[in-house]
């Protein structure tokens, strides 16, 4: 059998050499992030996608031979192993073929093959199988016993073709042949059931639908499968049956004779009764799993996009959860996220209550010296903007955020905990105003699931979404890095390494002890041993430490190397960092060791020259359309900018500021062909797109991006068109920088697609 590191390294195209170094270092306890950024020697530069694909294709391996050995042990304890069942069972390259080869053999409930074979009809069966020429009849009627419960020939012939049937169905051969049958040529159909055509009205298109499953696209399965579900229609996956049939007789049909009559009627019942049935749940379960993948790919990549949006930075920000008669929720934020006054406004309940509004919120603005203004996206949204946007504020940039997910963190136990006398309008209002200063330390608090930028993630298995989210989530915050001493529980906890517990040994630390001074102080937390150091130290920061290599991503234990760096060209370790033509005298090679490569130096002088950078884009404020704030303000053929809210499969969500997103689909995204719509949009994207068509009563909304395409479109990093420029507040200038992130879901589509 082929060792796993060799299929491995054949199916993503890499070393075995690579592979073995990175199965050790996860099986040590490394994280993904901590092997990709800091061990890049060790396993050949492999980026986290790929790390990740070998991390789970040997755990795929390592599952496939636990259940491998589980059946061996059970095929002894039966006494049916033999040589070449051994064999069979060994060569089984997945969990299909391995469960094939068992199922004979399979213990089960008592089924009609097996109340035959208690009446000793087995070798009848084999008998009427070979299909040679004998007189069936006299051969049958050897059978009939009285006293086993077969009293006629009928009877004896019947429970023959049970057990020839059942033999049939649990070939292992064929059911490979048979389940190609259905997933090349089969199809999905759906109909809708009667009397639900009204409270099944989303599902309209689905009412009489037919579909092959070999094109079906993840998202129709899901819907499909949800209106089942739902009880609103029904779903049959549906082979072209006489290709299975003409499949099954071309194996076993032999002859010409009574003997084969009896086996024909047991393929035809065999086929109907057990085979079909079987390869329908199967094919059932598989498409759904592919449809799964798809979108928990398609779910992760739009919440990393979401997690990497550009922060506005330390700004003091006044941010307001908007609403009608109830009010709006105000609160200041200091430069660190702090709650520093609360309250609330009511400028859409009439004039007495306006002029106050206004009085309230310019004295909130000089009290505090207010940066930004934050204001959710949700009902009012568009209508308090006007409101603020009318008291002409210098200085103050205006934005709209998205607040989805901040209902959920303000009814949260972490909410609770920051703010325990609050109200949760309060910490709403709280949580849009960080969301805008920093879109990755305030959503790790949300669970991803409730953030909006999905597709059908609450129908997919949530064990694998769950495991994706978490993967995403680590990358993201290990790509950005996080301040040590203004962190969050929460986002500690996603550092490599760390976890709840320790994250919460840290805030401990820092609450008795003060601001940590150096990473060494990690050392002193509870329970932070040196494997955890190891792994987390790289990806904390600490703002103006007595070491100025803790505010980058240089690891301590490469510290040695870059002071013996400054030692010889007779400097500090600061003067290396500030001195750009101090570091152009540095010849990398005279540092390379057994332990220490190119790989890793160049990411040292990158880290030297720009020390905790931030790898996010530039933030840039962003308006939509005056006087469009409704649906029925739209009018077909209107230009208008909006955000790219979430990427599906089928085309990009776009808000154009009317409380009800707009769809561009796929073949609207661009005057080029495009697969998926991540080649051209990622989330949170400005764009410029054309009202096509309105659909009030169904709050749909169809738009196009075609005539609105310029050539300064980029693929991946959401630059604005020169247009859009016209709208934008420049408002921080963070360094821009190599992101390999971008590329990250299409190798992983791609490496996993030689799994299939």
């Known amino acids: 059998m082929i060792s796993h590191y060799k299929k491995i390294a054949d199916e993503l195209s890499i070393t075995e050499k690579q592979v073995n170094a990175t199965i050790g270092l996860l099986d040590e306890g490394a994280t993904v992030p901590f092997i990709s950024r800091y061990r890049k020697e060790l396993t050949g530069s492999l980026d986290e996608v790929q790390v990740a694909a070998i991390r789970d294709r040997m755990q795929q391996l390592r599952e496939l031979d636990k259940r491998r050995e589980a059946i061996l042990k059970s095929l002894t304890e039966l006494g049916k192993l033999t040589p070449q069942l051994e064999q069979a069972v060994n060569a089984a390259e997945s969990m299909t073929i391995l469960e094939d080869i068992y199922l004979p053999y399979r213990p089960k409930r008592k089924t009609r093959a097996s109340v035959a074979r208690e009446k000793g009809l087995q070798p009848l069966a084999d008998v009427i199988l070979l299909q040679g020429k004998l007189d069936l009849q006299a051969e049958a009627e050897k059978y009939i016993d009285l006293e086993k419960g077969v009293s006629t020939l009928d009877e004896a012939l019947a429970g023959a073709r049970d057990i020839i049937a059942e033999h049939i169905a649990e070939n292992a051969e064929l059911r490979t042949q ?4 259905f997933l090349e040529k089969g199809e999905f159909q759906t109909k809708v059931i009667a009397g639900k055509e009204e409270e099944g009205i989303k599902y309209k298109d689905y009412f009489d639908w037919k579909e092959p499953l070999k094109t079906a696209p993840s998202h129709r399965i899901l819907a499909m499968r949800r209106a089942e579900k739902e009880e609103i229609l029904w779903l049959d996956v549906l082979p072209p049956e006489e290709n299975a049939l003409q499949i099954i007789e071309n194996q076993f049909v032999k002859g010409n004779n009574n003997c084969t009559e009896q086996v024909k009627l047991a393929v035809a019942d065999g086929y109907k009764r057990l085979l079909k049935p079987s390869m329908e749940t199967e094919v059932r379960l598989l498409t759904k799993k592919k449809a799964d993948e798809e979108a928990i790919r398609v779910f992760a990549e739009n919440i990393r996009q979401l997690l ?5 930075g330390q700004k003091r920000v006044l941010a307001i959860d908007p609403g009608f008669r109830t009010g709006c929720k105000v609160v200041c934020l200091d430069e660190q996220g702090q709650l520093l006054e609360n309250t609330a406004i009511y400028p859409h309940t009439g004039a007495g209550n306006l002029k106050d509004a206004e009085k309230t919120i310019k004295h909130l603005c000089t009290q505090f010296n207010i940066e930004a203004i934050a204001i959710g996206n949700g009902t009012a949204g568009r209508e308090t903007e006007t409101f603020i ?8 940039a205006i934005v709209m955020v998205n607040e989805s997910g901040a209902s959920v963190y303000s009814a949260s136990e972490i909410a609770r905990e920051e703010f325990p006398d609050k109200d949760i309008t309060v910490r709403g209002a709280v949580s849009i105003g960080r969301r ?36 995403t989530v680590m990358s993201s915050v290990n790509a950005v890095g996080v301040e040590l001493n203004t962190a969050s529980k929460q986002i500690l906890a996603y550092i490599s390494g760390l976890g709840p517990q320790l994250a919460q040994n840290i805030i401990d630390y820092r609450n008795k002890n003060g601001a940590f001074k150096r990473r060494g102080d990690l050392r002193q937390v509870a ?12 990806f904390l920061r600490i703002r103006n430490a007595d070491n100025p290599l803790d505010s980058s991503g240089v690891h301590p234990e490469r510290y040695a190397l870059v002071e013996q760096m400054a030692k010889d060209l007779n400097c500090n370790v600061k003067d290396l960092m500030q001195d750009e033509q101090l570091r152009k005298k540095i010849s990398l090679q005279k540092y390379v060791t057994d332990q220490v490569g190119l790989p890793t130096l160049n990411d040292i002088m990158a880290e030297l020259a720009k020390p905790g950078r931030d790898p996010r884009e530039q933030f840039e404020a962003f308006s939509f359309t005056e006087g469009v704030n409704q649906i029925s303000d739209l009018k077909i053929g209107m230009q208008l900018p909006g ?13 154009i500021g009317v409380h009800q997103d707009g769809l561009v689909h796929l073949s609207q995204i661009t005057n080029r062909y495009i697969k998926d719509p991540n080649e051209v949009l990622k989330v949170h994207q400005k764009v410029k797109v054309t009202v096509t068509d309105v659909d009030e009563s169904r709050k749909r909304i169809a738009l196009s991006m075609k005539d609105n395409e310029t050539k300064d479109t980029t693929k991946q990093t959401g630059k604005m068109m020169p247009k859009q420029r016209n709208n934008q507040t420049e408002l921080r200038s963070p360094v821009k920088q190599r992101d390999e992130e971008t590329d990250m879901q299409a190798k992983l589509a791609a490496l996993k697609s030689k799994f299939k």
């Not at 048979?178 to 049958?181: D, E, F, L, M, S």
């Not at 946007?389 to 103050?396: I, K, P, S, T």
């Not at 805008?436 to 609450?458: C, N, R, T």
Request: aromatic fraction near 6%; proline fraction near 4%; hydrophobic fraction near 45%.
């Open 527 to 538: 329970r932070l041993g040196d494997k955890a150091f190891e792994q987390a130290a790289g």
């Open 389 to 396: 946007r009318g008291l002409n504020l210098a200085g103050v």
């Open 308 to 312: 990497l949006g550009a922060p506005l």
């Open 643 to 655: 955000i790219v809210t979430n990427i599906t499969n089928f085309g990009a969500f776009v808000d």
């Open 436 to 471: 805008l200063m920093d879109p990755l330390a305030e959503l790790v608090k949300i669970d991803p699931k409730s953030i909006g930028v999905g597709q059908y993630q609450h129908d997919v298995d949530q064990n694998k979404l769950q495991l994706a989210l978490d993967d």
């Open 178 to 181: 048979i389940r190609q049958v």
